[in-house]
């Protein structure tokens, strides 16, 4: 049986988010390694600018990214193992979050195809 979507019923704006995190948690000038929690902690969120932002080699419209200065979001991240508690002062992903599939990737991280 293949294992069930969003199992942990995250709304919309949570997986946008979640994406995002995961994301940018892969770049290494972002994020590094919390050896003593197994987190990735992230060191800056991006700003945008326009109605866009650059994340890695993707771009991101500030549209789908209304979570991740959004403390509700990050609080709700949290209370399901997604997420560290902290935000704003502490950001992290935890190996539960970053494992977590999302399938938003393809439509909200826009790549070019060259």
């Known amino acids: 049986m293949p294992p069930k979507r969003n199992p942990l019923k995250l709304n919309k704006l949570q997986l946008k988010t ?5 994301t940018l948690a ?27 932002f650059h994340i890695g080699d993707a771009v991101v419209m500030a549209s789908d990214a209304t979570g991740l200065n959004n403390p509700a979001v990050w609080l709700a991240l949290a209370r399901k ?3 560290a508690p902290g935000y704003p002062s502490h ?4 190996p539960a ?18």
């Open 81 to 83: 193992g997604l997420a």
């Open 91 to 94: 950001m992290a992903v935890t």
């Open 97 to 114: 979050g970053l494992a977590y599939e999302t399938d938003l990737g393809d439509s909200i991280l826009h790549r070019a195809d060259h």
């Open 26 to 52: 892969g770049l290494p000038d972002v994020a590094t390694g919390d050896p003593e929690t197994g987190n990735t902690v992230l060191r800056w969120l991006p700003d945008p600018h326009g109605n866009h």
């Open 18 to 22: 979640l994406t995002l995190l995961q």
